[in-house]
């Protein structure tokens, strides 16, 4: 995928792995056109039911940045995003199947 981040142009591609019923793997490659660098990322997800109703969501994230690679907080707000829609999804699959 490409997408236009501000000035920059950064192209990634992600591959989930599911391990049902209850965890899955995240594996990320991006680079950016405008600023020479690389980012690796890796995610393992784990939920754990705390409760009837409640289930607690654990994560483990690795990065790898290659020099020139965005700002940190330019990969935060990036990983926020991304987050943003994944916990969405992840809501709805819950209900739909409790």
Excluded: C
């Excluded at 690389?38 to 994560?59: A, C, D, F, N, S």
């Excluded at 994230?61 to 020139?68: A, C, D, E, P, T």
């Excluded at 700002?71 to 209900?95: R, S, T």
């Amino acid at each position: 995928m490409t997408q236009q981040q501000g000035s920059r142009r950064v192209t990634s591609v992600g591959i989930v792995t599911l391990h049902p019923p209850n965890s899955w793997q995240f594996s990320s490659i991006s680079r950016s056109k405008s600023i020479v660098g690389q980012t690796i990322e890796t995610g393992k997800y784990h939920l754990k039911k705390i409760g009837p109703r409640k289930t607690k969501l654990e994560i483990v994230f690795n990065l790898k940045r290659s020099v020139g690679a965005s700002a940190k907080i330019e990969l935060l707000n990036h990983l926020n995003e991304i987050w943003e829609k994944y916990a969405a999804a992840l809501e709805q699959d819950y209900f739909r199947k409790s």
